[in-house]
């Protein structure tokens, strides 16, 4: 985490091999706390692969963490009021899930773990939850844990009930996420539609760039993602060409931009040496 100008660094992982390691497995298996549980015995594990009690261990500290938040026995630092929806809780099960993968998917901790990706979820689009329902629908995705089919319909249904309310970028995400669910369940049409749906989202971000920040640069970058997006889209080629029409006008205002900056930047009080 910390590494000074002298050399001096704060631990890391690798710092425990040998005798350390057995301290640090004696201290995991008499912790309480399912923090400090779940992180000792995470590394016992990640150092040596044999000790798979100790991973099963992690396994179910990360999720017990989960439950504490959820159940509000636990807070989450910077946080008003915990919630299961929230990265770090993805993260835990993330680690969890990752763990589970390498000792045996079907351990007893595994499943429970892979519950409460599913519950959480099915819980942020409950809840209307746009960006939760990206960061669990993702490591749904990354694991193989529910039906794709399912988990891109969960989606969709989300953004038509927020509609004009998402904010761009976070809508582009989530159609983004939806055509990779659509793909992974061999579903070509509504992949592209959902891909088609991201750039249009993107499109529409660059133009509203433009017109409010008069920043061709930025503009410019939404919209080339925006002609990225579209490729491979079967009947798409009309819209790509408009849109590269679009970016080529887009960019003739980028030497402007970069001019007004070197003016400011050799400006007195901004002088800038180039020698």
Same mark, same amino acid.
Request: aromatic share 14%.
């Given at each position: 985490m910390v590494v000074f100008a002298d050399g001096r660094r704060s631990p890391i992982p690798e710092d425990f091999r040998g005798a350390p390691v057995e301290t640090l497995a004696l201290l995991a298996e008499r912790a309480t706390t399912p923090l400090l549980r779940a992180r000792l015995a995470d590394v016992c594990w990640l150092l040596d692969r044999k000790r798979g009690t100790l991973g099963s261990s992690a396994i179910s500290s990360y999720v017990e963490i989960v439950q504490k938040i959820d159940a509000g026995d636990l807070? #989450?630092?910077? +946080?008003?009021?915990?919630?299961? #929806?929230?990265? +770090?809780?993805?993260?835990?099960?993330?680690?969890?899930?990752l763990i589970g993968r390498s000792i045996g998917w079907d351990k007893p901790e595994g499943p429970t773990a892979r519950d409460w990706v599913i519950k959480l979820r099915k819980r942020a689009k409950d809840q209307r939850a746009a960006i939760p329902v990206g960061w669990f629908s993702k490591l749904d995705l990354d694991l193989g844990i529910s039906d794709a089919s399912e988990v891109a319909a969960n989606i969709e249904e989300v953004l038509l009930a927020l509609g004009s309310t998402l904010d761009l970028n976070t809508a582009a995400d989530l159609w983004r996420v939806a055509a990779r669910a659509y793909r992974v369940a061999e579903k070509k049409d509504d992949a592209h539609r959902c891909q088609a749906e991201a750039a249009e989202c993107l499109v529409l971000q660059s133009e509203t760039i433009f017109a409010k920040q008069g920043s061709a640069m930025l503009a410019s970058h939404q919209l080339s993602d925006a002609i990225a997006q579209l490729h491979g889209i079967p009947g798409k080629r009309t819209r790509r060409t408009e849109l590269r029409h679009r970016l080529i006008d887009i960019q003739a205002g980028i030497s402007e931009e970069m001019s007004a900056l070197s003016r400011f930047s050799c400006s007195p009080g901004h002088r800038s040496d180039t020698r």
């Open positions: 807070e #989450l630092p910077f +946080e008003e009021k915990s919630s299961a #929806l929230d990265h +770090e809780c993805r993260d835990y099960l993330w680690r969890a899930l």
